[in-house]
């Protein structure tokens, strides 16, 4: 049987990481250990985590026409994904500066370039493609009312619709509504729910009552929820590994997590097949050079508590 591909709107970047011992403060300047260039972007970094995984993909973007686009469509390619609805535009493709610190940690300053030239309209010679989508992933690094336009088309299509709400910023009711899964982080998370220091169970039902169909809180090192519409939250534990670099781990997570539900798993195994690739991810540095295969990741899940 043919699977349905999983289709991908979103950004696609140039990462320019910087190693340093920590994170710098504020008006402070410190040496650093390394420099790297590395394929990023949130919506790149999901689709790649799809590709690599074995599962058939295509990306929706847009690159400049500057010395990091050929390199940028490469590494979609290379990956398995299907970049035909990737252009070129005029001017910079998008860029990242990203700072990683020994722990692991890292900060990250994103400059958009083409992805803020990706507009609504530039959906419409793609409805066939999102219609026909078993799943699609979207994030906030792209127009706002692109995003909310995408959300149109798959909840008319009945689509499943994952939004990634990364960078937090404020989002419309009217957007809220379409999405099936929203899938903060904690930070992303306490931006929305105003919710400062409670409990996951506290966000997580505040999330829901914005108007999503369900929310997955990705919780780092503490694992992650899941709560739906009977408003029922269920906490799973993550794997445990030694963190190197925890840049795009998140997007690793969405998009295995994708993957997953569209090949038929429950939300539950979705999440913990999500979280063996994001355990992956953060044992390696750069970001899509980071997503694991799928031998990799059934490799860990029987490690991961039930």
Known sequence: MERKSIVVVGSINMDLVTTAKRIPLAGETISGDGFATHPGGKGANQAVAVGRLGYPVKMIGRVGEDAFATELRASLEGAGVDASGVKSVAGSSGVAAIVVAASGENCIVVVPGANGTLRPEDLDEHVETIRSA???????????????????????????????PAPARELPESLLKLVTWFTPNESEAAFFAGAGSEDAEAVAHRLMKMGVGNVLLKRGAEGFALIGADGRLELYPAYRVKAV????????????????????KTPA?????????????VTRRGAQPSMATLEEVNGLLGGLPR
């Open 269 to 281: 195994e979705s999440g913990r097949f999500a979280a063996a690739a994001a355990a992956v991810s």
């Open 245 to 264: 670099d925890t840049t795009a781990a998140g997007d690793a997570f969405n998009g295995a997590f994708a993957m997953a539900l569209v090949s038929g």
């Open 134 to 164: 078993g799943a699609v992933l979207a994030q906030l690094e792209i127009p706002l009312e692109t995003v909310e336009r995408l959300g149109e088309i798959c909840r008319d299509a009945e689509v499943a619709f994952i939004l990634d």
